[in-house]
T-cell receptor, first 113, second 114 residues
Framework: AQSVTQLDSHVSVSEGTPVLLRCNYSSSYSPSLFWYVQHPNKGLQLLLKYTSAATLVKGINGFEAEFKKSETSFHLTKPSAHMSDAAEYFCVVWDSGYSTLTFGKGTMLLVSP | DTGVSQDPRHKITKRGQNVTFRCDPISEHNRLYWYRQTLGQGPEFLTYFQNEAQLEKSRLLSDRFSAERPKGSFSTLEIQRTEQGDSAMYLC????????????FGPGTRLTVL
């Protein structure tokens, strides 16, 4: 089965503090994993993707994620939050045994001054 | 702007009416996808095209839903006899090649069925 669980529906941080958005996945094969971000009234945008190369993946806007097979996790991190990071973030899995993407329910990141 | 565009951005209709949405993908992209997103949920796959061929349909896509992509360019998604449960954001995305490639999303069409 192909599924993804985002462990927090909302995460609140202060500007300048680290960000951690948690994602666990389930996959029967070797998955590809993605993080997408959705700003209000804008289309979803790819932040980064893992496709079985380096386990530490760097994305846009200072975000990165680490693929940990033993923990079936793909958590998204950023050292220092910016106000413009406030948005909804989706963890996404694609398993080669399936012909679709599966999205998590999303984590809303709130950034306070 | 050469991104994915969707029209209309908002649609309010009465239960039982038919509605049609349009998606214009990035021009060189051979794949086009439709998703549905309801409040508090991530996007759910509905269907996708490779060029003009519809290759996969989700079980979410009841027989009241139909999608086309004539000539492998723009796509339309039609919902017949709309129901209140059809109220959602309908997202279109396009990509080059397979599922492991980046999908570029449009801003969505928000459907409200009264």
């Amino acid at each position: 089965a192909q599924s993804v669980t985002q462990l927090d529906s909302h995460v609140s941080v202060s500007e300048g503090t680290p960000v951690l958005l948690r994602c666990n996945y389930s996959s029967s094969y070797s998955p590809s994993l993605f993080w997408y971000v959705q700003h209000p009234n804008k289309g979803l945008q790819l932040l980064l993707k893992y496709t079985s190369a380096a386990t530490l993946v760097k994305g846009i806007n200072g975000f990165e994620a680490e693929f940990k097979k033993s923990e079936t996790s793909f958590h998204l991190t950023k050292p220092s939050a910016h106000m413009s990071d406030a948005a909804e973030y989706f963890c996404v899995v694609w398993d080669s045994g399936y012909s679709t993407l599966t999205f998590g329910k999303g984590t809303m990141l709130l950034v306070s001054p | 702007d050469t991104g994915v565009s969707q029209d209309p951005r908002h649609k309010i209709t009465k239960r039982g009416q038919n509605v049609t949405f349009r998606c214009d993908p990035i021009s060189e992209h051979n794949r086009l996808y439709w998703y549905r997103q309801t409040l508090g949920q991530g996007p759910e796959f509905l269907t996708y095209f490779q060029n003009e061929a519809q290759l996969e349909k989700s079980r979410l896509l009841s027989d009241r839903f139909s999608a086309e992509r004539p000539k492998g360019s723009f796509s339309t998604l039609e919902i017949q006899r709309t129901e209140q449960g059809d109220s959602a954001m309908y997202l279109c995305a396009s990509s080059l090649g397979g599922w492991y490639n980046e999908q570029f999303f449009g801003p969505g069409t928000r459907l409200t069925v009264l």
